[in-house]
């Protein structure tokens, strides 16, 4: 029973560390690190590419329908 139990947590440990390697790390982005900003920028770059206004809408439109649409009753 001991030893199945060791022989999974050597299996766990080699999964998780040749799934790092692949991924490609996968560390934690503390805030303020040049890890964290680069998150932020690809962040705000890809929301902007999703919510960029391709019909020409103005912005007085586009706040009657978020007020129409998603306002919190």
């Known amino acids: 029973m001991l030893e199945a139990l060791f022989w999974s947590a050597i299996g766990f440990t080699v999964t998780m ?12 982005a503390i805030r303020n690190s040049d ?28 706040m009657e329908w978020w007020n129409t649409y998603h306002k919190k009753n």
Request: cysteine-free.
């Open 35 to 62: 890890k964290y900003k680069k998150y932020q920028k690809e962040a705000n770059e890809k929301v902007k590419e999703l919510l960029r206004n391709t019909e020409g809408s103005t912005k007085e439109e586009l």
């Open 17 to 28: 560390f040749i799934r790092g390697i692949i991924e490609g790390g996968g560390e934690i």
